[in-house]
């Protein structure tokens, strides 16, 4: 940390991302910082009508509905990571309106162990800013995805919220409810 009479100048700053080690590393001793989106369609009073849901293929080889989500990159801004992370999932064309402040609706903590908050990811810890994004495009699941299943909130909080894996159903559940869709 810089001194009161010295300069951040003088810190060095290496630009880039992590290499597949190092983020190994880092895995083993800091919380990683995430973004996830639950993509939405909205009818002209605000209200949504519809929900995005992707199909993906798992490390394990499992398929299972996900939402919108991925690592925020060293100096990246949250606004940057969430556009970056929903073109690569529901290609360049999906027209997010992200809001002009992005306050997540939810803050959540994911741990290699499923019992302390029942968000669960087996490689890291992780902090996820979850964000309900609107989107006013074409929406096409892109290579990180295998499909994209737009459902109405009811579909969502349904049976279709039981394909997502390490709580990812308990996000999209909270997302309805802030949403205002009881019941979720």
């Known amino acids: 940390m810089a001194s009161a009479a010295g300069s951040w100048a003088e810190v060095a700053v290496e630009p880039g991302w ?4 190092e983020l190994a590393s880092a895995r083993d001793r800091v919380p990683i910082l995430y973004v996830e989106a639950v993509p939405v369609r909205v009818g002209e009073d605000g209200s949504v009508e519809q929900v995005g849901l992707l199909l ?3 490390p394990d080889g499992t398929i299972s509905r996900a939402l919108v989500a991925g690592r925020v990159r060293h100096g990246e801004r949250l ?3 969430l556009i970056r992370h929903i073109e690569r999932d529901l290609g360049p064309l999906a027209l997010p309106r992200l809001p002009v402040s992005p306050t997540p609706f939810a803050v959540v903590e994911y741990f290699p162990d ?3 908050t029942g968000f669960h990811d ?3 810890h992780a ?5 309900v994004v609107p989107m006013a495009g074409e929406c096409e699941p892109t290579s990180a995805a295998l499909d994209l299943a737009w459902v109405t909130p009811e579909e969502a909080s349904g ?10 159903h308990r996000l999209l559940r909270m997302a309805l409810a802030h949403m205002g869709h009881a019941g979720a």
């Open 114 to 116: 499923p019992t302390v």
């Open 56 to 58: 993906r293929a798992l």
């Open 79 to 81: 606004r940057a990571a």
């Open 159 to 168: 049976d279709l919220a039981g394909e997502l894996v390490g709580g990812q």
């Open 127 to 131: 902090v996820s800013l979850a964000y």
């Open 122 to 124: 087996p490689r890291q």
């Open 18 to 21: 992590l290499t597949e080690d």
